[in-house]
Nanobody
Framework: QVQLVESGGGLVQPGGSLRLSCAAS????????MGWYRQAPGKQRELVAR???????NYADSVQDRFFISRDTTKNTVYLQMNSLKPEDTAVYYC????????WGQGTQVTVSS
């Protein structure tokens, strides 16, 4: 089993920044991909950012150039730096472990409001 624990969410004003963390209970060194997804009320869960085993990154068009995914394999932790936040970024953000099996964290709430 793999446990994923997200942290760092909260309330922020438009234009502000937050940094989310995802701590995994097992090594992420050899995992095919780690990613961040988000889900707003009444909407489907969508991919926000992803980083592959080889370090390749990809982002949703809506967050391109604002969000940045990174990882620290010594800490088994994946980060999502979110800058220039907009109200439409409001959602529950979930960490995803994508390998032979797929696992999810329980999510952390991000609210962007003035």
């Amino acid at each position: 089993q793999v446990q994923l624990v997200e942290s760092g969410g909260g309330l922020v004003q438009p234009g502000g920044s937050l940094r989310l963390s995802c701590a995994a209970s097992k090594s992420i060194l050899s995992i095919n991909a780690m990613g961040w997804y988000r889900q707003a009320p009444g909407k489907q869960r969508e991919l926000v950012a992803r980083i592959s085993k080889g370090g390749r990154r990809n982002y949703a068009d809506s967050v391109q150039d604002r969000f940045f995914i990174s990882r620290d394999t010594t800490k088994n932790t994946v980060y999502l730096q979110m800058n220039s936040l907009k109200p439409e970024d409001t959602a529950v953000y979930y960490c995803n472990w994508g390998d032979e099996g797929t696992y999810w964290g329980q999510g952390t709430q991000v609210t962007v409001s003035s």
